[in-house]
T-cell receptor, first 117, second 119 residues
């Protein structure tokens, strides 16, 4: 299957700083990527849908000014957590859609664990 | 709105026991996709199965089997002869369908079931 990478895999930062997380499709082009967030012992919740060349679509309750998404190329989407606070500490997972003929497959990245002190 | 319910928060079994993980879903769509994912302690999601709403055939893959019943909106997952390596969190998920039914989009996940298999 196709491979999706995330960088960094783990990041610890001080409160008030901004953190950028990269999601890359390594061997396919992805016009659509998704960003999920998972708090400890909880489920994955969709944050936003990232479309190449256009603005991201955010789910209800997700602050678009706090979680900046940029999908500038067909293989890279970035999530920037601005002015991070301890309550933003979470596991962030991206996924990318890969079209095979007329059908698409969704591949998940390994996740990024963010800890805000 | 779509919703997925996994009523079993935690299940504990002894190795070699069979275990069934329940999943009930809600959707207004007539076409949709259902999934099961495994999340080991490392956190990376492992894809197990995808099922189109039109395909109600049960499926078996090694020790894994899935029972899809549209009439009860359930998509249950059974592990036969469980092993310690099966210990993980298992998520059931539901997806909308886009592009004329040939593709799927964002996923709605259930709360997850923590499965612990003891030796």
């Amino acid at each position: 299957g196709a491979v999706v990478s995330q960088h960094p895999s783990r990041v610890i930062c001080k409160s008030g700083t901004s953190v950028k997380i990269e999601c890359r499709s390594l061997d396919f082009q992805a016009t659509t990527m998704f960003w999920y967030r998972q708090f400890p012992k909880q489920s994955l919740m969709l944050m936003a849908t990232s479309n190449e060349g256009s603005k991201a679509t955010y789910e209800q309750g997700v602050e678009k000014d706090k979680f900046l998404i940029n999908h500038a190329s067909l293989t890279l989407s970035t999530l920037t957590v601005t002015s991070a606070h301890p309550e933003d500490s979470s596991f962030y997972i991206c996924s990318a859609l890969d079209w095979t003929d007329s059908y698409n497959e969704q591949f998940f990245g390994p996740g990024t664990r963010l800890t805000v002190l | 709105a779509q919703k997925v319910t996994q009523a079993q928060t935690e299940i504990s079994v002894v190795e070699k026991e069979d275990v069934t993980l329940d999943c009930v879903y809600e959707t207004r769509d007539t076409t949709y996709y259902l999934f099961w994912y495994k999340q080991p302690p490392s956190g990376e999601l492992v894809f197990l199965i995808r099922r189109n709403s039109f395909d109600e055939q049960n499926e078996i893959s090694g020790r894994y089997s899935w029972n899809f019943q549209k009439s009860t909106s359930s998509f249950n997952f059974t592990i036969t002869a469980s092993q310690v390596v099966d210990s993980a969190v298992y998520f059931c998920a539901l997806s909308e369908v886009v592009a004329g039914g040939t593709s799927y989009g964002k996923l709605t996940f259930g709360q997850g079931t923590i499965l612990t298999v003891h030796p």
